[in-house]
């Protein structure tokens, strides 16, 4: 069966689901078409990485046809609904692992992707679920969350672990620069810093030089070179705590809902690396971690004493890496890879 990936970049649960289909069927079956740079992973093959542009979608089809399954990572949808016109006899897995119209921007052609009958819908979060089916009321919305994969739980945890907390992932230098506020760290990681926490941050190429600019303004908050999807585990594994929470200070309100509503790597990838977690107002898988593998609190003045007591939790690892895996979601995956395949002639 031969795949094709299909997103704006190669991240986050476009990694783990990319390494779990070439677990299921072989990685020289899975092909990788990208609109941004991609990152180097380990094991990824350079000769299985494609570009593509917005101006030159033709081209794009006609390679994607000759695909069994055409598997679309998406925000807005208007990538999806060009394909589902260009390709009207095949059927799309769309994963949604954003949701553009839930952060108040227009997404105009998300009813009608939604409604197809040739899009195959995956979510990320349950809420997300919730909040898209009355837009296809009639169809099955699958979900696969960001947990991580069994090969990630196997990462040997060190005797010793650097003190502190660490960070990885999306930063902004400014709450009210762009459309992710809700990442701007600067009050909570000041709290912690003030208190003689480190913090160590290993952000994203987006926007790197502006973010590290500000950051370094910050005394305790050490900035590293950003890190490959595919290593943040082993990285995590090294440090006490890892941060998870959203900035809701100067935010547009909507967008800050949007992220409290998801579920990010970030909730999870601490229980392959057995790293408890420090979170502020971290959304909805608080309500899974919280008291469990990690400690919440809505104040920024509480995160010092929520650090030393995180620090005490003693989680069952074991247990956890059991329940938040991705493999358990193989059947799920496999059915839509089979329905996707079965509309090719």
């Known amino acids: 069966m031969k795949i094709a990936l299909v997103a704006n970049d190669f991240s986050a649960s476009r990694v783990k689901i990319w390494r779990l289909a070439s677990k299921l069927y072989g990685s020289a079956a899975v092909n990788l078409f990208m609109l941004n740079p991609i990152q180097v992973q380990t094991g990824l093959d350079t000769a299985r990485c494609h570009r593509w542009t917005r101006n030159n979608l033709d081209q794009l089809v006609r390679e994607l046809r000759s695909y069994h399954v055409i598997h679309v990572f998406c925000d807005a949808t208007d990538l999806a609904a060009k394909l589902l016109q260009l390709i009207p006899d095949r059927r799309i897995v769309v994963h949604r692992h954003d949701i553009s119209s839930l952060r108040g921007i227009d997404d105009p052609t998300e009813p009608w992707v939604m409604a197809h ?50 960070y990885y992932g999306g930063l902004v230098g400014d709450p009210g620069s762009t459309g ?26 987006a926007r790197l030089e502006e973010t590290s600019r500000v950051y370094r303004l910050l005394p305790g908050c050490i900035l590293h070179p950003p890190v490959a999807a595919d290593e943040i585990v082993s990285v995590l594994a090294g440090y006490e705590l890892s941060f998870i929470g959203y900035n809701d200070r100067g935010v547009d309100p909507i967008k800050h809902d949007y992220a409290m509503s998801c579920w990010p790597n970030k909730a999870f990838d601490p229980v392959a690396a057995c790293t408890p977690l420090l979170g502020y107002r971290a959304g909805s898988t608080a309500a899974l971690w919280h008291g469990v593998w990690g400690l919440q609190v809505e104040r920024e003045c509480d995160l010092v004493d929520a650090y030393h007591a995180a620090r005490q939790l003693k989680p069952d690892w074991a247990a956890l890496r059991a329940k938040y895996t991705l493999d358990q979601f193989i059947p799920t995956l496999n059915a839509l890879y089979q329905a996707s395949a079965d509309s090719l002639h």
């Open 117 to 166: 009958p040739n899009s195959l819908i995956v979510v990320t979060s349950p809420e997300h679920e919730r909040w898209l089916q009355p837009l296809c009321p009639n169809k099955r919305i699958d979900f696969i969350p960001n947990y991580p994969l069994s090969s990630e739980c196997d990462t040997k945890t060190p005797a010793s672990r650097i003190k502190g907390v660490v």
């Open 180 to 205: 992710t506020g809700y990442r701007f760290y600067w009050p909570q990681w000041s709290a912690l810093c003030e208190a003689g926490i480190d913090v160590h941050v290993y952000p994203k190429r």
